[in-house]
């Protein structure tokens, strides 16, 4: 999967430098809804130019801190700064921001020039300026020839263009964007995901994205920040937050893993041995980890950094016997559900790097799944 994270002007990463004043500062913000909290302790620092993604599953706070971001709800404690500014009594159109709603509640009586001409209208610009900005921003969304047609003539793909053209146009310091691609079906939205990230880096415009979808969150973003129950619980780059989990419950929400429970039996400072009754075997780390004796540990393993083969591989650690349960064929790659003969059942993806390369493994094999000493990585809760 192809990421953003190499784009050249995020090569310097100033998240990484203590030097750099970042864009956004949200400081131990609290949201209650009553005896509810929607956004727990929260703070965050979003530096300009950055694609930053909020991450998580229904009811986790994303979209109530975008909310707070743009000035529709006031959080019950903490403070948010936007370019060293207290945004706290600031309301929605006052502030540096636009906001781009799922919906994009787009004008249906209104042509898509109209509609993104809107905003400058209220502003009182002048009629020439007003021409000019919405021509060269349908220009730059590939939107130009469609300018006289009105919502309901446009694809899904093209409507959700139009709602982001009317919020570009204004030419915010920094784009709110809740679920943006969630409307599209997924070949539209893997398109449009490339797409979105390519008007970023040509604006500079500081997005913030709140997304449930993972593949999403990491093609677009710069850095993700991984919600659960109204907390932060990582903030990385894709890269980080896929191979370093912070937690069992980041390495499960993100992507597939399989999950090794054990305790360790061997602990030096530049490797680890673990004792797992569900692989039947021994997990060897060949990287140390910080952890108590005797406390319960996960080993977490990508599926595809799994190998599956019909002989026994020649290590006494990182492998165990199975039975092939179930193969899926998705084109570029086969999963294969691997049982164990401890009962576990393993997910393994192998990709199809050649013509019937899924031929050589079928149902009610036996097979060995195996894997290097520097894939898994060691968790606690």
């Known amino acids: ?50 694609l930053f993604c909020l991450l998580g599953g229904s009811g986790c706070g994303k979209t109530t801190l975008l909310r707070m971001l743009a000035g529709f709800e006031e959080p019950t404690s903490g403070k948010i700064l936007i370019d060293g500014v207290d945004m706290a009594g600031i309301p929605p159109y006052e502030r540096p921001v636009n906001m781009m709603f799922q919906s994009y509640a787009l004008f249906p009586h209104m042509t898509v020039e109209q509609n993104v001409a809107f905003g400058l209208k209220q502003d009182r610009v002048p009629k020439a300026e007003i021409a000019t900005r919405v021509a060269d921003m349908l220009a730059l969304v590939k939107l130009a020839q469609f300018a006289k047609r009105k919502p309901h003539q446009l694809s899904g793909g093209q409507r959700q263009r139009v709602a982001l053209a009317r919020s570009l146009v204004k030419r915010p310091k920094l784009l709110l964007l809740d679920e943006p691609l969630g409307a599209l079906d997924k070949k539209l939205r893997e398109h ?19 997304t449930h979808d993972q593949e999403e969150a990491m093609t677009l973003s710069s850095r993700i920040g991984v919600m659960n129950l109204g907390e932060i619980v990582q903030v990385g780059t894709p890269k980080d937050i896929y191979e370093y989990p912070s937690s069992k419950f980041v390495a499960e929400f993100i992507g597939n893993v399989n999950m090794f429970q054990g305790r360790m039996i061997e602990d030096l400072p530049d490797r680890v041995r673990i004792e797992s009754p569900e692989l039947g075997g021994t997990i060897f780390v060949d990287h140390g980890v910080s952890s108590a004796p005797d406390v319960l540990l996960w080993a977490a393993v990508r599926p595809e950094k799994i190998n599956i083969s019909i002989e026994k591989p020649d290590q006494a650690d990182n492998v165990a016997h199975g039975v092939v349960k179930e193969i899926a064929y998705m084109g570029d790659m086969s999963i294969y559900l691997v049982q164990l003969d401890s009962g576990k059942v393993v997910r393994v993806t192998q990709p199809n790097a050649y013509r019937h390369a899924d031929d050589l493994i079928t149902w009610d094999q036996s097979v060995y799944v195996h894997w290097h000493p520097s894939s898994p990585v060691v968790l606690g809760e």
């Open 1 to 50: 999967m192809a990421t953003p994270s190499s784009r050249p002007e995020l090569k310097i990463q100033p998240w990484n430098d203590p030097q750099a004043v970042p864009y956004i500062s949200i400081e131990r913000v609290t949201k209650k809804f009553g005896d509810f909290v929607a956004v727990n302790d929260v703070s965050l620092k979003i530096y300009k130019k950055e």
């Open 192 to 210: 449009t995901q490339f797409e979105l990230v390519n008007l970023q880096e040509q604006l500079g415009v500081t997005f913030v994205v709140v």
